[in-house]
């Protein structure tokens, strides 16, 4: 099956800029959608981004729309998430994951990564 590993969470300062990766191994990345997804404390998983398999097209949640990036390179099988202008809510874990539709529903997507600490301090 498909590994999802993410990378690049970490602290950073409010207004501050982090980047994360997500590499995977297995299957085929180009027959895959991508989505990002975050968990804060005491909340539930909610949805961030998602990109298609060409990488054609793109969405995003509107709490981070116009801030973060999201964008894929099919010869390093990697999805990445550029995250500027960061606030501390959106401190949380967050989740790569891959499946057959891009879209902002959790069961669009089959494999999940085991998920990378962004804090955002105030």
């Known amino acids: 099956q498909v590994q999802l590993v993410e990378s690049g969470g970490g602290l950073v300062q409010t207004g501050g800029s982090l980047s994360l990766s997500c590499a995977a191994s297995?299957?085929?990345?180009?027959?895959?959608?991508m989505g990002w997804f975050r968990q804060a404390p005491g909340k539930e998983r909610e949805f961030v981004a998602a990109i298609t398999r060409s990488g054609a097209y793109t969405y995003y949640a509107g709490s981070v729309k116009g801030r973060f990036t999201i964008s894929r390179d099919a010869a390093k099988r990697t999805v990445f998430l550029q995250m500027n202008s960061l606030k501390p809510e959106d401190t949380a874990v967050y989740y790569c994951?891959?499946?057959?539709?891009?879209?902002?529903?959790?069961?669009?997507?089959?494999?999940w990564g085991q998920g990378t600490q962004v804090t955002v301090s105030s």
């Open positions: 994951a891959a499946g057959a539709q891009a879209g902002s529903s959790e069961p669009n997507y089959a494999y």
């Open positions: 297995g299957g085929t990345f180009s027959s895959y959608a």
